[in-house]
C-alpha cells in the first residue's frame, strides 16, 4: 500500500520555464555569450543548474564559474516572476493531504532554491523539501530519494516518484521505486518512451494522479 508521493518540482509541479530561460539569459549576455532560445532551456533542464549552464554555454568556457554563479544569483532573486502551477496541482495535493499521504519533493534544482519556490507556491503543504546540495548526490542518483523516505520512515515500495524527464525515471528506477510521469512536463511523450519509460506509467493530467493510486 502506497503512503508516500515524491514529487519532481521543474515540469511536474510548476512551469518553472519562463524565469529559467530568463536567468540563462540575463548571464549568457552579461559574459557576452549568445542566448539561448527557450526551447533550448526546456531540453536541458533536468541535470541541475551547472549541467544547464553547461549546455547553454555551448562550449568550456575559462570563466565559467563567474557565468554559473550569476545564473544562480539571478534565478534566486527572481524565481517567482513568471512561474505558475499546472492545471490540477493545487487541487491535487489538497486531496492527496486530506487523504494522508505523506507529500515530498526532490529536485535537482539548488538546495536553498528548491524550498524557496515551494514555500512561495506550496506554504506549508510538503513533509520535505529536498533540492541537490552537491553534484554527487543529483538525480538519477538515488541517494537523495533514498534519504527522502528514510526520514519519512517508510520503505521504497510504500511511495510512489512522480516526474516529468528521463533523470526522474531513471531515478525512480535506480532506487527500484514506483514511476508515474506526466506528459505535459519538459520532455516529449516519444522522446520519453525511446528512453525507456513505459506507456502504462504516463499521465496526461496532473489530477490523473488519483487515478493511479
Excluded: W
Excluded at 31 to 49: F, K
Excluded at 54 to 77: A, G, H
Excluded at 118 to 146: A, M, V, W
Amino acid at each position: 500500500m502506497k503512503k508516500a508521493i515524491i514529487f519532481d518540482l521543474d515540469g511536474t509541479l510548476l512551469n518553472t520555464l519562463n524565469d529559467l530561460h530568463k536567468a540563462v539569459n540575463f548571464a549568457l549576455e552579461k559574459y557576452n555569450y549568445p542566448p539561448v532560445t527557450i526551447e533550448e532551456v526546456r531540453l536541458a533542464l533536468g541535470s541541475g543548474p551547472q549541467k544547464l549552464i553547461q549546455v547553454s554555454l555551448k562550449k568550456e568556457v575559462e570563466n565559467f564559474d563567474e557565468v554559473f554563479n550569476t545564473y544562480l544569483k539571478y534565478y534566486s532573486e527572481h524565481s517567482n516572476d513568471q512561474t505558475s502551477y499546472y492545471e490540477g496541482v493545487i487541487e491535487t495535493i489538497a486531496k492527496l493531504k486530506k487523504a494522508n499521504f505523506k507529500l515530498a519533493v526532490l529536485s535537482n534544482k539548488q538546495h536553498l532554491d528548491t524550498v524557496k519556490v515551494i514555500n512561495h507556491y506550496f506554504k506549508d503543504t510538503f513533509d520535505i523539501i529536498q533540492g541537490s546540495t552537491s553534484s554527487e548526490s543529483r538525480k538519477p542518483n538515488p541517494d537523495n530519494l533514498f534519504k527522502i523516505v528514510n526520514n519519512l520512515e517508510l520503505k521504497v515500495d510504500e511511495c510512489y516518484y512522480v516526474g516529468d524527464t528521463e533523470v526522474d525515471y531513471l531515478t525512480a528506477k535506480n532506487a527500484n521505486m514506483d514511476a508515474i510521469m506526466v506528459k505535459y512536463g519538459f520532455r516529449d511523450y516519444e522522446y520519453l518512451l525511446e528512453k525507456g519509460c513505459p506507456k502504462e506509467i504516463f499521465i496526461n493530467t496532473f489530477d490523473e494522479i488519483l487515478n493511479k493510486i
